[in-house]
T-cell receptor
Framework: GNSVTQMEGPVTLSEEAFLTINCTYT??????LFWYVQYPGEGLQLLLK?????DKGSNKGFEATYRKETTSFHLEKGSVQVSDSAVYFC???????????FGTGTRLQVTL | SAVISQKPSRDICQRGTSLTIQCQVD?????MFWYRQQPGQSLTLIAT?????????ESGFVIDKFPISRPNLTFSTLTVSNMSPEDSSIYLC????????????FGPGTRLTVT
């Protein structure tokens, strides 16, 4: 079956540090890949996506590249801000049923 | 993107009772889903809410425990029946707009505590 593995959190960084959150996946076929973000007290928001190999999704300074050879979709940001503190979920969608499979989430805490 | 609202936003319920959660979307959507997020855990798909027919449940979830209705293309309800403390979770509905972009958007969630 499909599965998503994310790096364990929490991740604590100083403001302006470089961020990487690792995500690898197992899926049949050619899944679409997503990063969702959940800010404190808020709902889940779609951050970025990529639908085929070598696609790069980007939004709000975050980027992730769909790497089929390594089955990975790592999230990166060059300079994090305190406002980026949130829980980040990697997810995949495979097949025609539009079902999302989520990773366990990684909590990011950015300090001044 | 679609604007999704859920009612109630939170509730505290006694074991053995049932709670119905509503999900309202501001536009017609073909796909609606219900997820559960247990404390400190990731999201797990409960079922796909099908308009005009029975919901499609994922492994481990049954209709008797989580009956779902979807009377039209903008509204769905999830009932958590005969609740136990293990049902304490955040319940979220999501929708996929008919744009072909395979993007799902989530409601704000309903935080349920069962005592």
């Amino acid at each position: 079956g499909n599965s998503v593995t994310q790096m364990e959190g929490p991740v604590t960084l100083s403001e302006e540090a470089f961020l990487t959150i690792n995500c690898t996946y197992t899926a049949t076929g050619y899944p679409s890949l997503f990063w969702y973000v959940q800010y404190p007290g808020e709902g889940l928001q779609l951050l970025l996506k990529a639908t085929k190999a070598d696609d790069k999704g980007s939004n709000k300074g975050f980027e992730a590249t769909y790497r089929k050879e390594t089955t990975s979709f790592h999230l990166e940001k060059g300079s994090v801000q305190v406002s980026d503190s949130a829980v980040y979920f990697c997810a995949l969608m495979s097949g025609t049923a539009s079902k999302l499979t989520f990773g366990t989430g990684t909590r990011l805490q950015v300090t001044l | 993107s679609a604007v999704i609202s859920q009612k109630p936003s939170r509730d505290i319920c006694q074991r053995g009772t049932s709670l119905t959660i509503q999900c309202q979307v501001d536009s017609q959507v073909t796909m609606m889903f219900w997820y559960r997020q247990q404390p400190g855990q990731s999201l797990t798909l409960i079922a796909t809410a099908n308009q005009g027919s029975e919901a499609t449940y994922e492994s481990g979830f049954v209709i008797d425990k989580f009956p779902i209705s979807r009377p039209n293309l903008t509204f769905s309800t999830l009932t958590v029946s005969n609740m136990s403390p293990e049902d304490s979770s955040i319940y979220l509905c999501s929708v996929e707009e008919p744009t072909g972009r395979y993007e799902q958007y989530f409601g704000p969630g309903t935080r349920l505590t069962v005592t």
